[in-house]
């Protein structure tokens, strides 16, 4: 009120040189720093994030960039403990609503010196909500007063109202009750107590055992912040008692130095205003500080430096908890990659144990080769044999057709349900726990892709093309490639299947015997045509390729659940926050 521009005039002072730019990156750190799991703990450490960045915004940056920009003193408490006629009384006139029904203010109303505009009209300190320039009429009715239940448009934003009455250098505001049945005042006056320099906490006589705003004069007590507490509404003859009762209580909870201004039961004027002289001692504190550059700087450097602390033990504590989303997404990833490789396993060992010649297949086979000691010379034996095979092979009704097929159907089968069982079973033990659930959603997931049948037929079919141009490759010579055409491809590629089906046989029994003495009989016509060496090459070659295939395509399949889990994993552990912290803290420790 007396030096109107001194504020803008003066240069900022910055709290601590450095701090603003640790600030920034801590405030990117944590920003960057996404909790997407639902573990336990991390709705609360999502919240605190939340919390630290409104604050960093609202207040820290601004402040920190400027230590000599009008303090903010931020008048809560619970509802109807008579803040806004406080307010109104503070400055002689109505300017804020109050009213008998609960909640009366909804939008925070910011009483600033004409002098200190321009610090409070700029979108410096609470760029989260906008500003709405409030103007005083002369007539002082009460229903002129600003403050009342917004309409939707003014949601969000701050009446700014310049007044003579405030002093330079220190805005009062008037917020929204602590314990508001509405979940947005409470959020509200949370966000602005978190963006005050200094509290006035208005309680009465009757309420000032509340648990609530105990629970906000704690944390003010564990931030450091300046406070000053108005007792209202006190009976008269009772003030002394109540008074001591509520200062043990402030000692208690570590609050011993904050003043105490009891303000007692009196009626209000026509216009609902207090008498002014019932807030002259609180009126005269503020404008004491308000005066004091000094002052004023060490009120707005505790309670930076206590916010900085909170920062860092929020810093730490979102660290922590990334770094459980990570492990647990990683547990998640593991757990579907873990199905993903048992299947491929299945496949394999169903690939090698026989399985696949069980049956009609080997039936057939067996029927056409006879038993092992048919052939004593191969040479002889493919001689012999040569035309049968190739009338076989080729015959009608195209019995290779049939084992072909068969081959086909059974391999096609064993893919197709171990994607399916791994579907099924990554889709349950994901389910176990409470973040699985949420981030394993989508009940497709449980089964296997809808196209998986026909990319496991094309596998089977591309699988034979691949054989067919290997075996080509293979034969290379002249007589190699005259016994394949004897025989024809078709029944080469097959015969090769054959013997990379049974080469390690796990069969049981009387299986044995067959798959057995199928693959040996099919081992020993490849060695025929291609020699020994090129025929254990082949067989390898085939079964690699068949791997690699399988595997491409389960793989394929376990991205189904990747694609839901990774996102978690992207962004950076809860090193650099926990670094940024340290950091800001020396920085401002520097400056201390
Ligand atoms: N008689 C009397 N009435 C008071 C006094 N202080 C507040 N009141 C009345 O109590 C009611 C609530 O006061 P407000 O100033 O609106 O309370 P508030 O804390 O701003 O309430 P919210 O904005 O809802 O959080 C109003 O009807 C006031 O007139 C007082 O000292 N004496
Ligand atoms: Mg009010």
Redesign the pocket.
């Known amino acids: 009120m007396r030096h109107p521009e001194r504020v803008t005039a003066t240069t900022p002072a910055p709290a601590s040189p450095g701090a603003l730019d640790e600030l920034e990156r801590l405030r990117g750190a944590l920003a960057a720093t996404e909790l997407p799991l639902d573990l336990d703990g991390a709705a609360e450490a999502r919240a605190q994030r939340t919390a630290a960045l409104q604050q960093i915004d609202d207040y820290l940056a601004p402040r920190l960039a400027n230590l000599d920009a009008p303090l903010l003193a931020v008048v809560g408490?619970s509802?109807?403990?008579?803040?806004?006629?406080i307010v109104n009384a503070l400055v002689g006139h109505p300017v804020t609503r109050?009213?008998?029904i609960?909640?009366?203010?909804r939008q925070p109303i910011l009483l600033h010196s004409p002098g200190d505009r321009e610090w409070f009209a700029s979108e410096r300190i609470l760029p989260g909500l906008s500003r709405i320039t409030g103007t005083r009429t002369d007539a002082p009715v009460r229903s002129d007063a600003a403050g009342a239940a917004p309409d939707a448009a003014l949601i969000g934003s701050v009446v700014l109202v310049a007044d003579e009455t405030v002093p330079a250098g220190l805005a009062v505001l008037d917020a929204?009750?602590v314990d508001s049945i509405a979940d947005e005042n409470r959020a509200l006056a949370a966000q602005l107590l978190a963006a005050a320099d200094l509290w006035c906490f208005?309680t009465t006589a009757n309420r000032y055992a509340d648990a609530v705003p105990w629970r906000l004069l704690d944390d003010a007590a564990a931030r450091d912040i300046t406070v000053a507490v108005v007792l209202?509404?006190v009976p008269p003859g009772a003030g002394a008692e109540v008074e001591a009762d509520l200062r043990r209580m402030l000692a208690e909870r570590g609050l011993p130095g904050a003043p105490v201004f009891t303000?007692h039961?009196?009626?209000?004027d026509e216009f609902?205003m207090?008498p002014a002289d019932g807030v002259a001692p609180l009126r005269h504190w503020l404008g004491a500080l308000a005066a004091d550059r000094q002052a004023r700087h060490e009120v707005a450097r505790r309670t930076v430096a206590g916010a900085v602390r909170r920062l860092g033990g929020t810093a730490f504590a979102v660290a922590a908890a990334r770094d459980a989303q990570l492990v647990a997404a990683r547990g998640l990833a593991a757990i579907a990659r873990d199905e993903y490789d048992e299947a491929a396993e299945a496949v394999e060992a169903a690939t090698r144990d026989g399985a696949l010649l069980r049956g009609e297949v080997l039936a057939r086979w067996q029927d056409f080769v006879g038993t092992a000691d048919v052939f004593r010379s191969m040479e002889s034996w493919f001689g012999r044999f040569r035309d049968r095979l190739g009338e076989w092979f080729s015959g009608k009704p195209a019995p290779v057709r049939e084992v072909e097929t068969e081959i086909e159907t059974g391999l096609h089968a064993v893919i197709v349900n171990e994607a399916g069982r791994a579907a099924s079973a990554a889709w349950q033990r994901l389910r176990t726990t409470p973040a699985g659930r949420r981030l394993i959603d989508e009940p497709a997931l449980a089964r296997e892709s809808a196209d998986l049948d026909e990319r496991a037929a094309a596998l089977v079919r591309e699988w034979q093309g691949a054989l067919m141009r290997l075996i080509q490759e293979q034969a290379g010579g002249k007589r190699v490639k005259a016994r394949v055409l004897s025989l024809g491809l078709n029944a080469v590629t097959v015969t090769l299947m054959i013997v990379v089906f049974a080469s390690t046989a796990g069969l049981t029994g009387g299986e044995i015997a067959i798959a057995g003495g199928s693959a040996v009989v099919g081992q020993k016509l490849l060695e025929t045509i291609f020699g020994d060496e090129a025929v254990r090459s082949l067989a390898k070659q085939a079964r690699d390729d068949l791997h690699a295939r399988v595997g491409a395509l389960l793989d394929e399949e376990y991205r189904r659940y990747a694609a839901r889990i990774e996102p978690v994993l992207d962004g950076p552990d809860g090193v650099g926050l926990v670094e940024a912290a340290g950091a800001l803290e020396r920085a401002m420790g520097g400056a201390r």
């Open positions: 408490g509802t109807g403990a008579g803040k806004s006629t109050t009213g008998a609960r909640p009366t203010t929204p009750d208005v209202n509404r303000l039961e009196q009626p209000l609902g207090l």
